[in-house]
């Protein structure tokens, strides 16, 4: 199973509103990873977790708060949210972190905040 | 700082036809550089990874160049289908240890029938 899934697929939050993106891998990889896409732009780390350990926090807003539960599961929790955070939010994994290996990308959940 | 620029940024073909994309990166130290397909809205999808020591890989009608001394990378589509329009990026690793990648800015592919 080489699968990232990631839920859901598509939220349309208030700026008021309290959501979680979920992601889920069960390739038994290490390293899991948030990136977020703007239309047309690649996409931008935002967070790594090694061994479930945040390993790499990109000066992302405080508005987005990560968790890794287990080896298997990556949650980012959405709070008072900007129209500006709009966009494709991807997880990827990988074997590990710092070790070159291939990373990969699930679906995505499209993100609009209103 | 490292870069990586990609060229041309939209490319429009006819089905059946080969076109090759561009990457030049300027990473450094270098590790890896690979080529992702994204399809609008989806997560990219990986094509090929090329370490330091290789030139040349090839996923069906993929094939994918790295020249390291000049920091270029090519991908060539091989009798394009309806299906390969997407956007192609081009991303290269850093070398071990805090390793982050550096991703390009895409070529957007139009495979028109």
């Known amino acids: 199973d080489t699968e990232v899934t990631q839920t859901p697929k598509h939220l349309v939050m208030g700026m008021t509103n309290k959501k979680s993106l979920k992601c889920e891998q069960h390739m038994g990889h290490r390293a899991m990873y948030w990136y977020k896409q703007k239309a047309k732009k690649p996409p931008e780390l935002m967070f790594v977790y090694s061994y479930e350990k945040l390993s790499i926090n990109e000066s992302v807003p405080s508005r987005f708060s990560p968790e890794c539960p287990n080896s298997s599961l990556l949650n980012l929790h959405l709070h008072a949210l900007q129209p500006e955070d709009s966009a494709l939010y991807l997880c990827?994994?990988?074997?590990?972190w710092g070790q070159g290996d291939e990373q990969y990308f699930g679906p995505g959940t499209r993100l609009t905040v209103t | 700082k490292n870069q990586v620029e990609q060229s041309p940024q939209s490319l429009i073909i006819l089905e059946g036809k080969n076109c090759t994309l561009q990457?030049?990166?300027?990473?450094?130290?270098?590790?890896?550089l690979r080529w992702y397909k994204q399809d609008t809205g989806r997560g990219p999808v990986s094509l090929t990874i090329m370490t330091f020591s290789e030139n040349t890989k090839s996923n069906g009608r993929y094939t994918a160049t790295l020249d390291a001394d000049t920091k270029q990378s090519s991908l060539h589509i091989t009798a394009s289908q309806l299906s390969d329009s997407a956007s192609y990026i081009c991303?290269?690793?850093?070398?071990?240890?805090?390793?982050?990648?550096?991703f390009g800015t895409g070529t957007r592919l139009t495979i028109i029938p």
């Open positions: 990457c030049n990166y300027t990473v450094s130290p270098f590790s890896n």
């Open positions: 991303v290269v690793s850093a070398s071990f240890g805090n390793e982050k990648l550096t």
């Open positions: 990827a994994s990988s074997q590990d």
